[in-house]
């Protein structure tokens, strides 16, 4: 059974940082390239970065620089550190395989706020 459990999440203020950690269960962890994808208000899911099984990253133009997925193979564990936050980035941000669509499992994700 697929666990993605994201943790982290908060009220932060522009220019602030963030640590988002997602829980997966083994198997899930061990056989997919993985990603952090959030959902703005309104707004459809959109990917924010990927890691592969063997570590290599890739980020879209608006969060590179500020955003950084790394994954703990011992604790099954996905991170991402947020730094220099901008409102825009407000959203709920879930982890998963990439290339998930609607008829995957996802978790409950993780609320972020950025806002004075």
């Known amino acids: 059974q697929v666990q993605l459990v994201e943790s982290g999440g908060g009220l932060v203020q522009p220019g602030g940082s963030l640590r988002l950690s997602c829980e997966v269960s083994?198997?899930?962890?061990?056989?997919?390239?993985l990603a952090w994808y959030r959902q703005p208000p309104g707004k459809e899911r959109e990917l924010v970065a990927t890691?592969?099984?063997?570590?290599?990253?890739t980020y879209p133009h608006s969060v590179k620089g500020r955003f950084t997925i790394s994954k703990d193979n011992a604790k099954n564990t996905v991170y991402l550190e947020m730094d220099s936050l901008k409102p825009e980035d407000t959203a709920v941000y879930y982890c998963?395989?990439?290339?998930?669509?609607?008829?995957?499992?996802w978790g409950q994700g993780t609320q972020v706020t950025v806002s004075s």
């Open positions: 998963n395989k990439v290339f998930a669509d609607s008829s995957d499992y």
């Open positions: 083994g198997s899930f962890f061990s056989l997919y390239v």
């Open positions: 890691i592969s099984r063997s570590g290599a990253t």
